[in-house]
């Protein structure tokens, strides 16, 4: 609201008019425009999405070179939603230390890289965190062979740690907390880091839980002879993060999430999306642009939703085909089931 409408509202003449309210409340609402990102977006025909070096699951090329995973699926329904395609993306690989700077300079336009969403990085690095896409929690990877049963026996043991992440924080925090002196081995790379534990450098790596259950089924020589402890020494929600500075972008993104979360509340399955069978629950045909159109109020077209959700389905079949049961991963749900199934996925609705 200008301050020229501010004025006017508190000036006696239009005090207590009704109709004055109205009236402003109508200039104010207005739908979303293209913000800059999403003009460029448009400009180039393609979504540049920053991915991590390679944790299997959530981001990495498959044997052809295809990327694949829960944040790269995130990149792809983003694509899918704003340009109609999930294959207008451009992943770009950056480590611990390169993702952020890429996030501010404008490299990338959102980063879906295994990030936790901190105080820290939202108040202070220019960038927005969307939505969580995965719950996690901070634990240690071990050999077998050392029969440990908990990370509290890792009293003078050296621990392996990536450099540039609230895991080395956290790590510290945890040592300092009970007394074990832990002597951290700091590397620059996620592989650098685990590949020192199979040599035998560390009696442990500590990362978060889905990514050591990754590096044990798919990089171990042998993964019977690694084992994850019990223990979790912190919380790590997981999600993707966008530059400050273009609020309409900011809710592409997030919402976009929210479409997938809720697709699976109400069952709207990739199939389903893809059919043309009208839905008789409201809420489904608002999210298929069949009821109320809700892309108008984020600059994109009625069917933004419906085809994000063809592209990768819902978040569950997203979370099943690529770190759950239909994958090598076979995590559990966990936290991240729908709230209505006792886990903290929940989603804002789409109305």
Known sequence: ??????????????AGLPWALAWLGALAWQPAQAG???????????????VSNGVAGFSAPDASGRWQGLDVDICRA????????????????????????????????????????TLTRDASLGLHFTAVTYFDGQGFLVPTKLKLSSAKQLKGAQVCVQAGTTTEKNLADFSRAHSLNIKPVVFDTYEA??????????????????????????????????VVLPDLISKEPLGPAVKRGDDEWFDIV?????ALQEAEELGVTQAKAASAAPSNDPAAQ?????????????????????????????????????????????????????????????????R
């Open 254 to 258: 997030k919402w976009t999430i929210f």
């Open 36 to 50: 800059k990102v999403l003009d460029g977006i448009r400009q180039r025909g393609q979504v540049v999405c920053g």
């Open 193 to 226: 880091g685990f590949k020192a534990l199979f040599s035998g450098r560390c009696q442990a790596y500590t990362a978060d839980t889905s990514a050591l259950s990754s590096i044990r089924n798919k990089e171990a020589p042998k993964p019977s002879d690694y």
């Open 78 to 117: 983003v694509a899918a939603a704003t340009l109609g395609s999930a294959e207008k993306v451009k992943f770009v690989p950056l480590n611990a230390t390169q993702r952020f700077a890429a996030l501010q300079s404008g490299q990338i336009d959102i980063l879906s890289r295994n990030t936790s969403w």
């Open 286 to 350: 608002r999210l298929l642009g069949g009821g109320e159109d809700m892309g108008k109020l984020l600059g994109l077209d009625k069917a933004w939703a419906k085809r994000a959700i063809q592209a990768v389905g819902h978040y569950g079949e997203v979370f099943e085909r690529n770190v759950g049961k239909n994958s090598p991963l076979n995590l559990p749900r966990g936290p991240n089931r729908p709230w209505s199934q006792g886990g903290l996925m929940y989603a804002p609705p789409v």
């Open 1 to 14: 609201m200008t301050s020229i409408l501010k004025r006017l509202l508190r000036s006696p003449c239009m």
